[in-house]
């Protein structure tokens, strides 16, 4: 639509300064016609007074003079008459003559010119022409005639032709503009939206709608319908080799496998999931409201999921347009091109979000899972917030099945570790599963937290409570039996409270990898745009997160510079740091250390035309980030405590080319499955120059050898096996 108006208004614009070039010219033509006649008309009366006026002048009949004036002065358009002297007294004169004319400025210049003289102007609200004829005795000057005609008309005609010309080009628009309106409508827009109709039944594998009979586009509706029969045929062989291949370990899983898996698995169960990030986000931009994905593995993980059980998604509503675009239950349907499942949105104060996210989620369990050395800051009324957002969730899931059947429920995170005994409590009969995305401390560090029993006895609730690796399923297991009265089964990783059981599982979290990647390598262009230009390249791509290891990177990459000077001036690091969480003051803190220290360090090492630190507080998308995981030597991950850390798998999925060094912190999960990498202790610094210039000095040989293990080990187990892999585990509980 924006396009045909657009092409609209340059018509009208177009015909709009064609219509008004050619009134222009009209106008010029008419008004240059009507004055030369007037002046023609003029000159005509102007000789025929002479005739009687010049005997009377050289008589010195003053009277005979004036009668005559007299008698001429009432013609139609005739303003005034006026005779003179040669001295330029006036002998007779009509009484309309204008005072700025009596002053015979023009008789004067007819007379020391000895010829007429005419000019057209304005005397007050009217337009005059004002014609001035020397008067001659035995060819000598003794006077002039001065006639004074109305040009009024003339100025009334111009703006005739204006006014009939501007209503015209109204009439002819609006014509245009209906025409258009109906040609729009009822010739291309009606049937673009049958052709959309059939492209959509295509790319969704729906039935193939019949092709729309419009000549104009029946060639290419006929096209359409071929490819989308061809593409239906395709979808249905894959999802045969999808179910065949579903018990088959071996073989790579992909969004369509994943959907294969669960529709055999949960069997039409409804399965719902509950996150604090929602999987849509709708903002306004420009005047506009427009929606994004966020960034987010989980997302890639469980979006399949819902695609193929149309179940429904409950998240924090926390786009600034979000509420315009959900019910007035907070329900839409998502994808927004091509709705499979529904997102149900929870939208919370400020100070719900202050103290729920900000404050509990974030000062306190955060830091405390983390173990980064950053003092966990407990308050009541966050706890009270805290609970108070659980129990909303609890409340708007509870509505959401109480007409289902044996649903399956998957909590994500640290910010719902309430909500799995809510619901049971409520629900006894769902199955319900919980995913910690972030490590799980040992039960001493966990022990400072007030709130631990309530939040332990809140997790078991859930049937499957799963981590990212084993380490943090045996922490979780000493807090239980720590802090909790039940029992532990080690053998089965199993909780026993109050004759509920909650099995405890390890599924570690990778991504979406790519089985089709290109072997092109993209152009350094991207790194000289962003202010690197030495051959050698570091990468570091985290969130302004004090558990990255950020400053301690900075730190090693200091001591690189000081015991291998030949490096300066040939390697950058390009570190992209988003902010996150500005509403925390210790990540506030934080992103003013990063910069601080990034500032040091190149003004330490710096020239005029190199930095050894090139700093990006800014979002990349992964498009942009895939270039440059492609075109970096070395990538940095040296957290000081890290759930997972997918930057390192996505690396490593970037590099087709099987080039490319991995250092990686062993505090993260990725360092149990990426064995390729260079493993260094992100606190020790000279740990950290050494782990460097190994990998800038590494033989391409040995690259390749590391990153092709990696690389089988992202394959092998990536976003969809573990969708996968934690629904098989809760579907199978009954």
């Known amino acids: 639509m924006r396009q045909i108006l657009l092409i609209t208004a340059v018509v009208v614009l177009a015909v709009t300064l064609v219509v008004g070039a050619f009134t222009v010219k009209q106008a010029a033509s008419e008004q240059a ?12 009366l102007a000789d025929s007074l002479l005739e009687s006026l010049e005997p009377s002048l050289r008589s010195g009949a003053t009277s005979t003079i004036q009668r005559t004036v007299d008698k001429f002065a009432d013609r139609e358009r005739l303003v005034g008459l006026g005779v003179y002297k040669a001295d330029g007294r006036i002998v007779a004169a009509s009484a309309g003559l204008p005072e700025n004319v009596r002053k015979g400025e023009l008789a004067a210049e007819a007379m020391d010119t000895d010829d007429s003289a005419g000019d057209f102007n304005e005397s007050g609200a009217r337009y005059i022409y004002v014609f001035a004829q020397p008067m001659r005795d035995d060819g000598a000057v003794v006077g002039a005639l001065v006639i004074v005609q109305s040009a009024d008309y003339i100025v009334a005609s111009v703006r005739s032709i204006w006014i009939s010309n501007i209503l015209r080009l109204a009439f002819q628009l609006t014509v245009f503009a209906a025409a258009m309106f109906v040609l729009v409508r009822f010739v291309i827009r009606r049937p673009l939206r049958e052709l959309e109709r059939l492209v959509r039944s295509a790319r969704t594998g729906e039935d193939i709608v019949d092709a729309p009979h419009y000549s104009f586009f029946s060639p290419l509706s006929k096209e359409i319908s071929k490819i989308g029969r061809s593409l239906k045929q395709a979808r249905a062989t894959a999802s045969q080799e999808a179910r065949l291949r579903l018990e088959k370990i071996d073989t790579p899983w992909t969004a369509e496998r994943l959907k294969e898996f669960t529709r055999a698995y949960l069997k039409d169960r409804p399965i719902y999931v509950v996150s604090n990030r929602e999987p849509y986000i709708h903002t306004k931009a420009r005047g506009t409201i427009q929606w994004s994905v966020p960034a987010s593995g989980m997302v890639t993980a469980l979006e399949p999921v819902m695609e193929a059980t149309g179940g429904v998604w409950l998240a924090h509503g926390s786009g600034d347009a979000d509420r315009e675009t959900a019910d007035a239950d907070g329900r839409l349907e998502v994808p927004p091109d091509e709705p499979r499942y529904t997102l149900k949105r929870i939208f919370l104060s400020d100070e719900e979000v202050k103290g729920h996210y900000n404050g509990f989620s974030n000062e306190a369990l955060w830091p405390m899972c983390h173990n980064a050395h950053t003092r966990p800051i407990f308050r009541h009324e966050d706890w009270i917030q805290y609970r108070k957002v659980n129990g909303t969730f609890a409340a708007a899931l509870l509505r959401e099945i109480k007409d289902d059947q044996r649903p399956l429920i998957l909590v994500q995170d640290y910010h719902f570790a309430l909500l799995p005994s809510l619901i049971k409590a409520s629900r006894p009969d769902v199955n319900i599963a919980i995913f910690w995305h972030i490590p799980w401390p040992s039960a001493e560090a966990f022990s400072i937290c007030p709130w631990r029993t309530d939040i332990l006895e809140g997790m078991l609730g859930a049937d499957l409570i799963g ?43 990778s991504i979406a990898f790519s089985h089709d990647e290109d072997d092109i390598r993209p152009s350094r262009d991207a790194l000289k745009q962003l202010g690197v230009h030495t051959k050698l390249v570091g990468l570091g791509v985290d969130r302004l997160d004090y ?21 300066i001036g040939k390697f950058t690091l390009l570190q992209i740091a988003p902010p996150s969480r500005e509403a925390v003051e210790k990540y506030r803190e934080y992103n003013d250390q990063v910069s601080s220290e990034a500032e040091r360090i190149n003004e330490r090492f710096g020239t005029r035309d190199w930095k050894p630190i090139v700093l990006r507080k800014e979002h990349f998308d992964h498009d942009r980030l895939r270039v440059l995981y492609r075109l970096a030597d070395v990538c940095l991950v040296t957290s000081l405590h890290d759930g997972m850390n997918l930057v390192a798998k996505e690396f490593v999925a970037a590099r087709t080319d099987e080039s490319g060094v991995l250092i990686l912190s062993p505090f993260t999960g990725a360092a149990r499955d990426l064995k390729g990498a260079i493993i260094v202790n992100p606190y020790s610094a000279e740990q950290g120059a050494d782990a460097i210039h190994q990998a800038l000095t590494m033989p391409k040989v040995e690259q390749h050898r590391r990153m092709k293990q990696m690389r089988e080990s992202v394959r092998s187990y990536n976003v969809y096996r573990w969708s996968a892999e934690m629904i098989k585990s809760l579907a199978q509980l009954n």
Do not use: M, W
């Open 33 to 44: 016609n009507l004055s030369s006649d007037l002046q023609y008309r003029t000159r005509v």
């Open 547 to 567: 558990t990255k290891g950020i400053v301690e990177r900075f730190k090693s990459l200091e001591f690189l510079f000081e015991r291998h000077t030949e490096y």
């Open 467 to 509: 981590f990212h690796t084993q380490a943090y399923c045996n922490n979780f297991l000493e807090t239980v039996g720590k802090e909790v009265e039940s029992l532990i089964d080690y053998e089965r990783f199993a909780v026993t409270r109050e004759r509920h059981t909650s099995f405890v599982e390890a599924f570690p979290i």
